[in-house]
């Protein structure tokens, strides 16, 4: 069955650039799914970041999209999260999903997470 | 931004019904996704496009949805259905994945 791994670096300074990747295993980044980042500062609600489709398009949320790249390896069969120019209040569980589509997208599948830190 | 508005807290007693509200502008229109979060772990879709169920989550999972509120009814409350419960709209004006703020279900 498909897996999602979140991995990257913990801690993060401020102003630097959080990188991620979400590794995909049992199944292709190339499938009829969007890949997508969900991240979740601790002790509070999920948070949008985007998403990608194999083809090529990416949907950013509105607040974040001028920091926020999401990428493809189809190669390496992962998903990359880069967000720049980070503060304390980047600080979340990084989450990596699977959009999955009935009649509208829906997240089905979600990796484990990873808490990344910004600080100096 | 499209704002989708839950209780922050329900409490139900074990075996009785529990009720969690989405409520958003016409989010009749829009199909909702809930997902249930319990401490330490990642979220897990129980419902999806406003009352369908993905396998292996029980009946006794179900969603409405209409005019300005959908809701997430679970029957037969357990004390493992104790967690955190989101619902989720795409905001087409903006292009916009939205989660709604959570409602921690507790079970007395």
């Known amino acids: 069955q498909v897996q999602l791994q979140e991995s990257g670096p913990r801690l993060v300074r401020p102003s630097e650039t959080l990188s991620l990747t979400c590794a995909v295993s049992?199944?292709?980044?190339?499938?009829?799914?969007?890949w997508t980042w969900v991240r979740q500062p601790p002790g509070k609600g999920l948070e949008w970041i985007g998403e990608i489709f194999h083809a090529g398009g990416t949907t950013y949320n509105p607040s974040l999209k001028s920091r926020v790249t999401i990428s493809l390896d189809k190669s390496q069969n992962h998903v990359s999260l880069n967000l720049s120019s980070v503060t304390a209040a980047d600080t979340s569980i990084y989450f990596c999903a699977r959009g999955t589509y009935r009649k509208d997208f829906y997240f089905d599948l979600w990796g484990q997470g990873t808490l990344i830190t910004v600080s100096s | 931004s499209y704002v989708l508005t839950q209780p922050p807290s329900v409490s139900v007693a074990p075996r009785q019904t529990a009720k969690i509200t989405c409520g958003g502008n016409?989010?009749?229109?829009?199909?909702v996704h809930w997902y249930q979060q319990k401490p330490g772990q990642a979220p897990v879709v129980v419902v999806y496009?406003?009352?369908d169920r993905p396998s292996g989550i029980p009946e006794r999972f179900s969603g409405s949805n209409s005019g300005n509120t959908a809701t997430l009814t679970i029957t037969r409350v357990e004390a493992g259905d104790e967690a955190d419960y989101y619902c989720?709209?795409?905001?087409?004006?903006?292009?916009?994945?939205?989660f709604g703020g959570g409602t921690k279900l507790t079970v007395l």
């Open positions: 049992g199944g292709s980044v190339i499938s009829d799914n969007w």
């Open positions: 496009d406003d009352s």
């Open positions: 989720q709209v795409w905001d087409t004006t903006l292009d916009d994945r939205v």
């Open positions: 016409d989010i009749g229109g829009k199909s």
